[in-house]
């Protein structure tokens, strides 16, 4: 009866941006952390496919008997291409629920996946409960990659050794950090996880923002015969918008002038919770031959992290050909608690020819994973 009562108390409906002061709270009182409104509004309002749509929902909210929200769900539209063609994709966002209504948490992914006329359906940042959800409703593993296992190298060993000791409740982890991190760096020198002087073939430069290069550059990208989603510089700009006004992105490129033939973007992804300086891969894409360089890359960034105070770098979902050209950097892997990339399409064709893993190169870019 208790239960029952329950359901008939809840109501579900789409989200407004009126909503963002129930939902911020929603979100606090689960430990998730919250967007100011203009950088929570800009995921929509300044996005170039929310902008091409006549309407489109930013979400579905779960609402209590008092017009308390309870429960979010957040939908953000995406520009993506495949042979040519546009398609029209969605990445779930905070997804969140108290406690007492997580039964009906459901009710809102079946919102996100039952919407007319989007291609794609993603989540690139599922958690294990996510994970499993979305499996109920046959969303499929991207094929290609590993996205329950991340590659890592320390570059700041006192930083690192004493927020993992935090997160294990050490008692005095300033303490301890120092006999530690001395022994783990020492370790790491002595079997070549401290390389960061790699002889380069080509000049690698840094950029401070997303120019006409990365216009020319993704004319050249969206020719190939790969799922990706659209590259262009307005689309970049409003992806990393906030992040760049944080300097929170290190962003490199190769190439002369306007002949830009690969670019690389690393993000600032920081545990503030056990003062964890983090930088991961978002994005790396090339148009020649690509091992060299993207090797070249990584020990700029290896070098950018400690030059800087980062205590680590880290890759997820890598393509296997990309795995093996790091190998010599000799990363650590740590494993993740869910295969954090899905997808789901309602369209026949376009799921069997998506299970070709040569047609994939997802990474850490696609659905809200760097937004």
């Not at 997580?102 to 359906?121: C, E, M, S, T």
């Not at 964890?276 to 070098?303: N, P, S």
């Not at 892997?333 to 789901?344: P, S, V």
Request: glycine letters at 6%; charged letters at 25%.
């Amino acid at each position: 009866m208790a239960q029952a009562a329950l359901a008939r108390a809840l109501r579900a409906r789409e989200a407004s941006f009126d909503d963002h002061d129930k939902i911020v709270a929603l979100e606090t009182r689960n430990g998730l952390r919250a967007q100011p409104f203009d950088e929570w509004q800009h995921l929509w309002i300044d996005n170039p496919a929310y902008r091409a749509l006549s309407h489109w929902p930013i979400g579905w909210v779960l609402e209590d008997e008092d017009d308390g929200i309870v429960g979010f769900f957040g939908n953000i539209p995406l520009l993506y291409e495949f042979e040519g063609r546009p398609l029209l994709a969605t990445s779930g966002r905070s997804w969140v629920v108290d406690p007492k209504y997580r039964g009906y948490a459901i009710l809102l992914l079946n919102y996100f996946l039952n919407q007319k006329n989007v291609d794609l359906y993603l989540n690139a940042t599922a958690n294990a409960e996510a994970s499993a959800a979305f499996s109920l409703f046959q969303a499929s593993r991207v094929p290609i990659g590993k996205w329950d296992e991340s590659l890592f190298w320390i570059t700041n060993y006192k930083g690192f050794v004493r927020s993992s000791l935090l997160m294990k409740s050490a008692l005095i982890p300033g303490f301890a950090s120092y006999p530690t991190s001395a022994a783990l760096s020492f370790l790491d020198r002595a079997i070549g996880r401290n390389r960061r002087e790699i002889p380069s073939g080509t000049d690698v430069y840094p950029a401070e923002t997303f120019d006409e290069r990365f216009d020319a550059f993704w004319e050249r990208l969206r020719h190939t015969s790969r799922l990706l989603p659209v590259r262009t510089r307005e689309v970049l700009n409003w992806h990393f918008q906030y992040a760049l006004k944080r300097h929170e992105l290190f962003i490199l490129t190769v190439g002369q002038g306007n002949n830009m033939d690969a670019y690389a973007i690393f993000g600032r992804q920081d545990n503030e919770r056990f003062g964890l300086k983090r930088m991961r891969l978002v994005d790396f894409q090339c148009l020649t031959e690509e091992t060299a360089i993207f090797r070249w890359m990584l020990t700029h960034a290896l070098r950018h992290c400690a030059k800087n105070g980062v205590h680590m770098l880290e890759l997820t979902g890598l393509r296997p050909d990309r795995v093996a050209a790091v190998q010599s950097l000799s990363p650590r892997r740590r494993q993740l608690n869910a295969w954090r990339y899905l997808y789901k399409t309602g369209d026949p064709h376009l799921n069997e020819v998506l299970k070709d893993p040569a047609l994939w190169d997802p990474t850490c870019y696609d659905g809200d994973a760097s937004l």
